[in-house]
């Protein structure tokens, strides 16, 4: 019996790994499609309000044709207007104040509208589009409005992270402004039911056997987060939560047979009190959270409601943390991609340790975690504007993902998780970030703000830096008891000359004692003394796998004797951020020195005496990288 638990129990874990590899693979895809911009200049000069999108739709045709309505407020005086659309599709006509108003379709997937007259800043106004077509399906149009069939049934389902909403409505997709009210009201043939975000309002049968189902969001939403499914789903609506708010599954009939997704489902109830717990209460309480199935694989974390083609229970809980970052607090360029993607990898990190493995489980999944992370030597977290072109650095598993979410792990041992948890909370309440957009200095300040802890420093090295750290550490007890230290490390990348790090240490005595000791290795060869009152038979670092590093090693060392043996005088760069002028210690001789961007283009080059400082006022303000006597010293200019 115990052999075929321990049999499950494997069983489960491998089929769960592989349903979030393909769950990323998938996501991958779809940025392999994106265009390579954050922002969309056009669309800058107004605020987009709200939408209601009238359409018809059949799944059984890839076809879309109806009117989106936009109520917008211009951010200065604006003679014309720019929404982003395919240019497969075509728009009959704009109204406006009753009057049709002359428009272009671009070669740029955009419609521009010109007004009669300029219209003034900070004034609500509204137009109509009139449009039909047959979505793309090829290039960079993706998965956005996919048809499909499920046991011989139509289905419509669509995908449009990241730029793929254009490709069946005109909207902003922009990462710079959420849509406060969307209104869907889609008419389709009347076997079909219609899953979406926000509140099911009504549901109305036509003539001509047709059905008008309306659903409504009131919460800020990005253009990529609106979502449609469309097949003959049979609907569960349930509760959750305390106190309850709605839980809503439209899944496919064939789909409600199978006992373990249904339990799965069910067991969502439980991640979501946990996740509540720790995270703060679910965002959307006012409207619901469900699945709606689709015909990809893994999942997407459309607003309220998950579009899911697998039903493992870490997917589960990875889309729903979602809810939290990625949603309600949205990257506000991709460039902090991990923003979304790691921190609702750290949610399954949340569901694997609270809900679904023993201790020595969760250990095994965090091994497993740190050595997908360190098999290379290099990548960033975060994503340079030079990559946002390339899938792989964008939608890296290993880096946006993966190592994303064990920064996170981090950060909470770093904090504790008191603070940390209560730190997330805060991040999520700040009136500027709420159902708002984010990026990672945002988060930053977050934490300081939250804490008093600056990770100006940690972010450096493992957002903005590349690699992970290998410790060398040696350890011998004196005859007082004293327990000393001697720790080195060695980088995997240059980009990082050193990982400042508390780290953990587990002390084991002769007796079956146990001490627990926190090293802030701040610098190289550093020396600690710890008194410990038993004599010790060995040390454990990273116990439980808090930190990344990979092949440290721990030897005992009876040549270490004092806490003064052999410390060096490390090089480091003050002030850190810096303004006007920086210096560098350590240095006893003149040094030539290079001044490079995070993408490693070369900025400025001179030579630094002790004696004097480097001016840097006139660099823009971002990372930077200093190269002097064969050392990266990474800083931030203010």
């Known amino acids: 019996m115990l052999l075929a638990i321990i049999f499950v129990q494997n069983y489960a874990q491998k089929n769960e790994e592989a ?16 265009i390579d911009y954050n922002v969309n200049p056009n669309t800058l000069n ?18 879309v044709s109806g009117t989106v309505t936009s109520h917008f407020i211009p951010n200065q005086n604006m003679a014309s207007i720019y929404f982003d659309l395919s240019n497969t599709l075509t728009v009959s006509e704009v109204k406006y104040h009753g009057s049709n108003l002359p428009f272009t379709q671009l070669s740029t997937k955009e419609v521009k509208i010109d007004f009669p007259a300029g219209i003034p800043a900070a004034t609500l106004d509204s137009l109509s589009i009139k449009y039909s077509g047959a979505p793309d399906t090829g290039g960079s149009a993706g998965d956005a409005f996919t048809i499909s069939t499920q046991s011989g049934v139509p289905a419509l389902y669509t995908l ?18 959420k849509i406060e009210k969307v209104d869907l009201m889609i008419n389709t043939p009347s076997q079909y039911n219609v899953a979406s975000n926000g509140k099911l309002f009504s549901e109305t049968v036509l003539p001509g056997n047709r059905k008008l189902t309306f659903w409504q969001t009131n919460y800020p939403i990005p253009a990529y987060l609106i979502a449609l499914g469309i097949t003959n789903y049979t609907k569960f609506n349930d509760t959750m939560g305390n106190p309850p708010f709605p839980f809503v599954n439209y899944l496919y009939p064939s789909t409600t047979s199978n006992s373990t997704i249904m339990s799965n489902i069910e067991w969502t109830k439980t991640v979501m009190n946990t996740f509540e717990q720790y995270l703060g209460p679910y965002p959307y309480r006012n409207e619901k959270y469900g699945h709606m199935q689709f015909g990809w694989g893994g999942g997407m974390e459309h607003a309220t409601m998950s579009s899911m083609g697998s039903w493992g229970r870490g997917i589960i809980a990875h889309e729903l943390a979602h809810q939290w970052f990625g949603d309600k607090v949205t990257c506000g360029a991709w460039n902090d ?17 609270k809900l679904l493995m023993t201790n020595s489980q969760f250990m095994s999944y965090l091994s497993s975690e740190m050595n997908y992370i360190t098999s290379s030597a290099g990548g960033s977290v975060y994503v340079s504007d030079t990559n946002l072109g390339n899938t792989g650095a964008i939608f890296s598993g290993r880096l946006s993902y993966s190592k994303g979410g064990y920064v996170v792990r981090m950060i909470k041992w770093i904090l504790g998780d008191d603070a940390f948890y209560s730190a997330l909370k805060d991040y999520h309440a700040r009136p500027q970030l709420a159902y708002g957009y984010a990026k ?22 493992w957002i903005y830096g590349q690699g992970h750290p290998t410790y060398q550490i040696r350890w011998n007890q004196t005859a007082d008891q004293m ?36 090293l802030n290795h701040t610098t190289k060869n550093q020396n600690f003394a710890e008194q410990v009152n038993f004599p010790v038979v060995s040390i454990q670092f990273n116990y439980e796998n808090q930190i990344l590093q990979r092949n440290s090693t721990v030897t005992k060392d009876t040549t270490i004797l004092s806490v003064n043996d052999g410390a060096k005088e490390e090089m480091k760069i003050y002030p850190n951020p810096v303004k006007d002028r920086l210096s560098v210690s350590g240095i006893n001789k003149d040094q030539p020195y290079e001044i490079l961007s995070i993408d490693g283009k070369l900025i400025k080059a001179g030579k630094y005496s002790s004696t004097k400082t480097i ?18 010293l990474k800083f931030i200019k203010e």
């Open 46 to 63: 107004y605020d987009l309000r709200y939408q209601r999108l009238e359409l018809q739709l059949d799944p059984a045709q890839q076809y």
């Open 483 to 518: 327990l000393r230290f001697k720790v080195s490390q060695t980088t995997s990348h240059s980009s990082v000359n050193f990982f400042e790090m508390p780290l953990p240490i587990k002390v084991n005595g002769t007796g079956g004692q146990v001490a627990y000791l926190v």
């Open 615 to 632: 001016e840097v006022q006139a660099l823009p303000k971002g990372v930077y990288f200093l190269k002097v006597s064969n050392q990266n």
């Open 160 to 177: 449009s992270e990241p730029y793929g909403a254009q490709e069946w409505f005109p909207t902003k997709q922009s990462l710079n402004d």
């Open 337 to 353: 991609i991990w923003l979304n993607e790691g921190f609702a990898t750290f949610g399954e990190h949340l569901a694997n340790e």
């Open 19 to 34: 349903e979030r590899k393909s769950m990323i693979s998938n996501e991958l895809m779809r940025y392999s499609k994106m």
């Open 440 to 461: 990672t200095e945002d988060l930053k300040n977050s934490l300081l703000e939250s804490t008093g802890k600056d990770f100006t420093e940690f972010f450096n090295d």
